[in-house]
């Protein structure tokens, strides 16, 4: 596929730009006790499962391969968090050079089982519907220093799922179907004991298609220095 020039200043990357400048701020961590005894990996024994498909859709691997079609995503949904180390990561303006190298990233950090991030894309493959992510639960609560009883209900294993639909799919079938699927598929092809999803208490509609998905609140977490309120659900 080839990319159309976008040029210094095009107006979808402004957007995105003034988007990330005005709603993410770099946060330092704050250390918890223990936390360096904490796993950064998941402990996965089989290879990791590397595709699943709907029926109007399929979740393969964020890799360079498919680069084009996430850039094109990412362009046209600039509300669309980029992710780095877990969280949305402000940058001047996300040029074609920084998609390639925030996935060649990606395709080490899945390599090491550090972290685990999809494409969601159509059936045939040529266009991105959304992304799923995949991390550790227990080093971002402590990260954040949650407390002990919210420690408690991660695992060193359990995982914690972020994610997001274009927009002209977010109020669909579409957005629930994947939740479900991918759910199931955790369930029965992953070796996890847990997994949650994390969405900001701000996305209405994200809280909706998980409730309408049948996944149920299991607990709200603050991040006081991000000024971010999440819900988790499982």
């Not at 079938?173 to 939740?179: G, V």
């Not at 299991?218 to 499982?234: G, P, S």
Request: hydrophobic residues 40%; charged residues 20%; proline residues 5%.
């Amino acid at each position: 596929m080839k990319l159309p020039y976008l040029g210094a200043h095009n107006p979808m990357l402004t957007q995105l730009r003034q988007r990330l400048d005005t709603t993410q701020q770099t946060f330092p961590r704050m250390p918890s006790p223990g936390a360096t005894a904490v796993s950064s990996r998941f402990q996965l024994t089989r290879a990791v499962p590397q595709v699943l498909k709907g029926d109007a859709w399929q979740i393969r691997p964020l890799q360079v391969a498919n680069a084009a079609l996430t850039y094109e995503a990412y362009l046209t949904n600039p509300d669309a968090p980029i992710h780095r180390t877990g969280k949305c990561h402000a940058v001047e303006g996300y040029t074609w050079g920084d998609h390639l190298r925030r996935l060649e990233e990606v395709e080490q950090e899945h390599r090491t089982h550090k972290r685990f991030s999809f494409a969601v894309l159509d059936t045939a493959g040529t266009k991105c519907l959304g992304c799923v992510h995949l991390a550790l639960l227990r080093p971002f609560l402590l990260r954040y220093n949650a407390s002990a009883q919210l420690l408690a209900l991660a695992g060193d294993n359990t995982a914690m799922l972020t994610y997001w639909v274009c927009r002209p799919y977010r109020e669909s079938e579409l957005s629930q179907q994947l939740i479900l699927a991918f759910h199931r598929w955790l369930n029965q092809e992953w070796e996890l004991p847990d997994h949650l999803f994390r969405v900001d208490l701000a996305e209405s509609i994200a809280i909706q298609t998980l409730t309408a998905a049948g996944l149920q609140l299991h607990f709200y977490f603050d991040v006081a220095i991000a000024l971010r309120h999440y819900a988790f659900y499982r």
